[in-house]
């Protein structure tokens, strides 16, 4: 069975600086998607970002962007310019793209930025 | 475009009552969908899953049941409800391996 891990359950980050959110995973399949999903006060899921693993190039969707360690299975994600707005949960992702489609989450970080 | 419906928003049961949260897609066909629960503070838990309809898979046994009388509609319910079925259930759907697009969410408190 797949498994997701942040080990980071809150970080904080000062306004208009960067910070790096860690995930893990653990899998044997090859071929997959990671994701990080956000989840403001509002508690609405967000799609940050999409990474597919057959894919060396790491995603990056304006101030954020993702460091894909395929062998290391690692995929962080990367805030650039914080602002107030990114204040959330972040969760990380796994589908793998064999067998059932099921979604699974690491348990989350909270992220809090400091004006 | 593809959207999403979830209601109702908010739901105060008290222990015993039976349980109806409904989750409705809307722009395409065929879509995989998904029950989570979120405990306060906590991770998504994944609850149900469905592929088509009749395809309904549980992850969690547990007194919740799940349906889908329509190819966009699944129903998640119980008989009886317990204090530790209250938190935040998220309906959400995709195709294939796309990402989840998720629902706006139900706050469940049992009381």
């Known amino acids: 069975a797949q498994t997701v891990t942040q080990s980071q359950p809150e970080m904080s980050v000062q306004e208009a600086e960067t910070v790096t959110l860690s995930c893990t995973y653990d899998?044997?399949?090859?071929?997959?998607?990671l994701f990080w999903y956000k989840q403001p006060p509002s508690r609405q899921m967000i799609l940050v970002i999409r990474q597919e693993a057959y894919k060396q190039q790491n995603a990056t969707e304006n101030r954020f962007s993702v460091n894909f360690q395929k062998a290391a299975k690692s995929f962080s994600l990367k805030i650039s310019d914080s602002q107030l707005g990114d204040a959330a949960m972040y969760f990380c992702a796994f589908i793998s793209n064999f067998g059932n489609e099921k979604l699974t989450f690491g348990t989350g970080t909270r992220l809090t930025i400091i004006p | 475009s593809q959207t999403i419906h979830q209601w109702p928003a908010t739901l105060v049961q008290p222990v015993g009552s039976p349980l109806s949260l409904e989750c409705t897609v809307e722009g395409t066909s065929n879509p995989n969908l998904y029950w989570y629960r979120q405990a306060a503070g906590r991770g998504l838990q994944l609850l149900f899953y469905?592929?088509?309809?009749?395809?309904i898979s549980s992850e969690v046994p547990q007194n919740l049941s799940a349906s889908r009388p329509q190819d966009r509609q699944f129903i998640l319910s119980s008989k009886k409800l317990l204090l530790s079925d209250s938190g935040f259930y998220l309906c959400a759907w995709n195709r294939g391996y796309s990402p989840l697009h998720f629902g706006n969410g139900t706050r469940l408190t049992v009381t």
């Open positions: 469905s592929i088509g309809i009749d395809q």
């Open positions: 899998t044997s399949e090859s071929d997959y998607y």
